[in-house]
């Protein structure tokens, strides 16, 4: 049996817009796949801001890629 390189899976839940903004930077960049892509972003996300730890009580649905108006947050 053939050992993945990346043995581990993470799932996670995007909106429509999410998905989308997600698909055309990747699109933009030329990324090969969309995991590629989301693993790049976060690399640039953990690189630019060093490793961050979420507040406690902090839940799943307050960390999104995309505002509530459909622009990109800034941190």
Known sequence: MVELERPQRLQIMLTEEELA???NWRFEKRMPSRSAAVRELLRRGLASE???TAETGMKSQDFGVLSSKGEWRKS
Do not use: D, T
Request: hydrophobic letters at 65%.
């Open 21 to 23: 903004a997600v698909e």
């Open 50 to 52: 060093g490793f961050l």
